[in-house]
Nanobody, 113 residues
Framework: QVQLVESGGGLVQPGGSLRLSCAASESIFRLSTMNWYRQAPGKQRELVAGISSDGRTNYADFVKGRFTISRDNAKNVLYLQMNSLKPEDTAVYYC???????WGQGTQVTVSS
C-alpha cells in the first residue's frame, strides 16, 4: 500500500501564503493522477486541484488564480502553492493518489487574523 504524508500546513494571516507538500512512498506516484482535496468544519470534502502524470492541471473555481498544483516525479512529491489565502480556505487538506484510491492523513490549514 502506498503511503502519502502531507506537510506544510499551519496558521497564516489572510492574504498570506503556504506551500503544502505530499510525499509518496512508492514510485507508482509518477504514473498516477494526483489531487488535493479539502474539508472544512461542517462541510463535505471537495476537490481543490488535480494534476495528471504528464503535468496537465485543473482547479476548482474557488482557487483559480490563487493556488498552483505541481509535482516532482523524480522525488515522488506533490505540491500545492497557496497564495492570497482567505479565511474560507481554512480546512484540512488531503493528498489523493487517484489510480489507487489512496489518501494521506491530512494537514490543517487555518487562515485567521
Amino acid at each position: 500500500q502506498v503511503q502519502l504524508v502531507e506537510s506544510g500546513g499551519g496558521l497564516v494571516q489572510p492574504g498570506g501564503s503556504l506551500r503544502l507538500s505530499c510525499a509518496a512512498s512508492e514510485s507508482i506516484f509518477r504514473l498516477s493522477t494526483m489531487n488535493w482535496y479539502r474539508q472544512a468544519p461542517g462541510k463535505q470534502r471537495e476537490l481543490v486541484a488535480g494534476i495528471s502524470s504528464d503535468g496537465r492541471t485543473n482547479y476548482a473555481d474557488f482557487v483559480k488564480g490563487r493556488f498552483t498544483i505541481s509535482r516532482d516525479n523524480a522525488k515522488n512529491v506533490l505540491y500545492l502553492q497557496m497564495n492570497s489565502l482567505k479565511p474560507e480556505d481554512t480546512a484540512v487538506y488531503y493528498c489523493n493518489l487517484y489510480d489507487l484510491g489512496s489518501w494521506g492523513q491530512g494537514t490543517q490549514v487555518t487562515v485567521s487574523s
